[in-house]
Structures are given as structure tokens and as C-alpha cells.
């Protein structure tokens, strides 16, 4: 969950300062929300 709470500044204070970088890290974190949403409308569905 906390890897769901990411940000661009957050990833900034971690010391990620190259924005390529962050970006593919928060694409990442964007997939993984989506996969959770799904298995979270998949539980309800069932």
C-alpha cells in the first residue's frame, strides 16, 4: 500500500532527481493501482 502513495515529490525527497526516472517509477505505481482496482471490482462481482 504504501508503494500505492507515491509521488512525484515524494520520489523527489527520496532522492530520485532524474524526472525520467520518477516518471517510469510513477507509471509503475499507476499499474499497480489499476491492478488493484480490478481485483477490487472482480471481489464485488462475485
Excluded: C, P
Aim: charged fraction near 30%.
Amino acid at each position: 500500500r504504501a508503494l500505492l502513495r507515491l509521488t512525484d515529490s515524494l520520489l523527489k525527497r527520496m532522492g530520485i532527481y532524474q524526472e525520467k526516472l520518477r516518471r517510469l517509477i510513477l507509471v509503475e505505481v499507476l499499474e499497480l493501482r489499476l491492478q488493484q482496482e480490478l481485483h477490487q471490482l472482480l471481489h464485488i462481482t462475485d
